[in-house]
């Protein structure tokens, strides 16, 4: 009797499993173009990045990322107004109105998981 109700078991799990959907291949989102950043904290001197976020939130949002060796947040992006003493909407304007430079790449990330910067 237990043996012929495990087996009924059996075969009915074997009827669901084989009608429930699998994963596919197909994208149910979109992705988001990310942005990267490496740089040298100020504060700590610490070699930091490659951070990545969104670039939506650098272009209309607000972007903070944490040092790893102080643990200071800083402010890459305020497009919202929130920061009063930020001056410029992001990182690449505040830095530009100091006159210090900007470099602009593309990165990528090879088999290794290395990145690398292409001018």
């Known amino acids: 009797m237990l043996r012929s109700t ?11 499993s084989q009608t429930v959907p699998r994963f596919s291949a197909t994208a149910i989102g979109k992705q988001e173009p990310q942005l990267s950043l490496s740089y040298t904290c100020k504060v700590c001197g610490t ?7 969104a670039k939506s939130s650098y272009d209309k949002g607000v972007v903070i990322v944490t040092c790893t060796g ?13 920061f ?8 690449e304007d505040h830095l530009k ?20 910067i292409q001018k």
């Not at 102080?70 to 929130?82: E, L, M, P, R």
């Not at 109105?97 to 690398?116: H, Y």
């Open 70 to 82: 102080c643990h200071n947040h800083h402010i890459i992006a305020d497009n919202i107004g929130w």
């Open 47 to 53: 070699r930091q990045g490659p951070k990545t976020f």
């Open 84 to 91: 009063e003493d930020f001056k410029g909407k992001n990182i």
């Open 97 to 116: 109105s100091k006159g210090e430079a900007v470099k602009r790449g593309t990165t990528t990330r090879n088999e290794d998981g290395i990145f690398e």
């Open 6 to 16: 495990i087996t009924a078991l059996y075969r009915a799990s074997r009827g669901i």
